[in-house]
């Protein structure tokens, strides 16, 4: 990192004339560590959030149900020592409230919360070509000038409703699981209907089933799920997991993903059949994400193994439902396990042998129309009390097509993506100067707090870095964004994954522009170490592709 010319206390006088020197949209995950690292700097920076409260993704999402996929502690914060030894997560997996309160601790903890402004909704950025500087515009009409903006907005925070006839005809209660309503709503005896079957649903369905009196369940592609095998985090175990804490997070960053569970590296093929089922049997039984990234790298690449590897967790959920005909319904035939993000489930597939749940095959009759009393299909209607979307997200660059954010000649961010995103080391934006990413589109997929701060820590020295030097401005050469762009699709070749129905190709059937067939290369699938390195060695050598001035 360059030498700071100015001292410490000296950073919160640069550009004075303006209102922030940097504004960080979104108060999750990866808008609290950005307003920490730079509350620690002195630098006047706020925080905007359209929600009423901190959290971003576990403020909104309070279905019952909803809890990490990730190892509750490999989605702790690093950054702090004190953080880690103070926080006892009480189950491997926590749910919903408890992350909620780990960020509200967090946040109180550093005392961060007076830089933090809720209920803005940002609808508008537009660059200053003259001053080098943002003017942001909210909902509420004020105005906001900054030298930097710094996008927290999520990849998965614009859900998105699907486009039935009738859906404000209904008269009982309707919403996005998303948005499950923060006042407690009892389900008890109720007759509910969900439609959807992807990760959130998956979550949410075997919870609904213990109350309701009836759950209906619309189903239009199954989806793969292996089980999450929670379990309670005592005072010893937390304990040992504390002490463990530097080589948790070392195997984090070696690993792909960000998450403890390495790749076998056997090798698929050097293995015999019943070698293979051996490590599957073991996985299947152990908890989180095990089954899918501690399995052999070849399941990610090559057909042939991937069936297998599908027809093995086809016969574990064919074991597990009672009705031979219902269990070939919930096993995916149109993709391979593992090329879609896994969902992962308590008790969902033993759900379906429950009296009060039943499964529409909603491909082979289809909802027609939502009505005042409930569903109609093109067989027959179902009346329920409550309908809930589970249907997903305008993932990745839904946030940002929201806001009308133009750049230096007036283009607009949301016409620069409308085929898919375009990015310089998915942290900035070639004509969008002095824009940041935290997280944005074509980074690594990965356990997400070890993503984000792996972004907050590149976007606080480059601002140091041009604090120090006196710049005012960036700029993203086109050549690095085009080779850039050339490279993350480049590493969409040869995974399997490049022709998933999914949200990593920009799949959604609910967005115009999202048709199967037009991929948007969303993620880097180059894996995390990789990403890291291009990110320290660019900073290392100047910041290469970008100008500054
Ligand atoms: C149900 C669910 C479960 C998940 N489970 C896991 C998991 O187990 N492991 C994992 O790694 N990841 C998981 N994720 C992904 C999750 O989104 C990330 O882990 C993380 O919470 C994202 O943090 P963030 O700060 O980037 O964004 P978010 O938490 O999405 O926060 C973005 C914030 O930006 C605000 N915002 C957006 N637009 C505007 C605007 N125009 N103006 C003002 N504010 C705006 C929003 O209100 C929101 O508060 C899950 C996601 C969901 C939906």
């Not at 070698?275 to 501690?294: A, H, N, S, T, V």
């Not at 660059?397 to 998915?426: M, N, S």
Request: with cysteine; hydrophobic share 40%; charged share 25%.
């Amino acid at each position: 990192m360059a030498e700071r010319a100015i001292g410490l206390e000296d950073i919160a006088n640069i550009d004075a004339h303006l209102d922030y020197q940097a504004v960080i949209i979104g108060a999750g995950v990866a808008g609290i560590y950005q307003i920490k690292r730079l509350a620690d700097l002195g630098v006047r920076a706020t925080v905007l959030d359209a929600n009423a409260d901190l959290g971003g993704t576990w403020y909104n999402n309070r279905y019952p149900g909803a809890r990490f996929d990730s190892e509750s502690y490999t989605y702790s914060y690093s950054f702090s020592r004190e953080l880690l030894d103070e926080w006892h997560w009480t189950e491997r997996f926590a749910p919903q409230p408890e992350t909620l309160q780990y960020l509200n601790y967090t946040t109180d903890k550093f005392d961060l919360r007076k830089f933090m402004q809720f209920g803005c909704r940002v609808e508008s950025m537009v660059f200053q070509d003259a001053t080098n500087s943002w003017v942001i515009g909210l909902e509420d009409g004020r105005q906001i000038t900054t030298r930097f903006v710094i996008s927290g907005l999520g990849i998965l925070s614009k859900p998105t409703l699907p486009k039935f006839a009738g859906m404000d005809s209904f008269k009982g209660l309707s919403f996005h699981a998303s948005n499950w309503p923060h006042e407690p709503l009892d389900l008890t005896g109720k007759r509910v209907a969900l439609v959807g079957t992807g990760a959130t649903a998956i979550q949410l369905i075997p919870e609904v089933a213990k109350v309701a009196a009836q759950l209906t369940v619309f189903q239009r592609r199954a989806n793969w799920a292996a089980p999450l095998n929670n379990a309670p985090i005592s005072e010893s175990e937390m304990a040992a997991i504390r002490g463990r804490y530097d080589e948790i997070f070392a195997a984090c960053a070696r690993s792909p993903g960000g998450f403890e569970h390495e790749p076998d590296r056997r090798g698929f093929y050097n293995l015999s059949p019943e070698q293979r089922r051996e490590l599957w049997d073991k996985l299947y039984d152990e908890p989180g994400f095990g089954i899918w990234l501690q399995n052999f790298t070849e399941i990610f690449f090559d057909e042939k193994a991937n069936a297998e590897f599908s027809a093995y967790i086809a016969e574990r959920i064919r074991r597990r439902v009672n009705d031979p005909g219902l269990a070939e319904l919930l096993i995916p035939k149109d993709h391979g396990f593992g090329i879609q993000r896994v969902p992962l489930e308590t008790g969902y597939f033993e759900t379906y042998n429950r009296d009060n749940v039943v499964l529409v095959n909603s491909a082979q009759t289809p909802i027609v129309r939502i009505t005042p009393n409930g569903i109609e299909t093109s067989e027959g209607t179902f009346d329920c009390d409550v309908i809930v979307y589970a249907t997903g997200f305008d993932a990745f660059t839904g946030a940002f097509d929201h806001i009308d954010i133009r750049g230096a000649d007036g283009e607009r961010l949301r016409d620069k993506w409308a085929k898919g995103p375009v990015t310089y080391l998915g942290a900035t934006v070639r004509g969008f100067p002095n824009f940041l990413m935290l997280v944005g589109p074509q980074t690594a997929a990965s356990n997400f707090p070890r993503g984000a701060e792996l972004s907050v820590d590149w976007v606080t020295p480059l601002l140091e870095y041009m604090w120090a030097h006196g710049h005012n401005r960036f700029d993203v050469d086109e050549v690095a964004e085009a080779e850039w762009v050339e490279h993350v699709k480049d590493m969409y070749k040869g995974m399997l994954l490049r022709n998933a129905k999914s949200w990593i190709t920009g799949y959604n059937s609910n967005l115009e522009g999202h048709e199967y067939g037009n991929v948007r290369y969303n993620i880097y699938n180059g894996g995390g170490p990789r990403y890291a390195k291009m990110l320290s060695e660019m900073a290392a050598n100047n910041y290469e592709g970008m100008h500054f001035r």
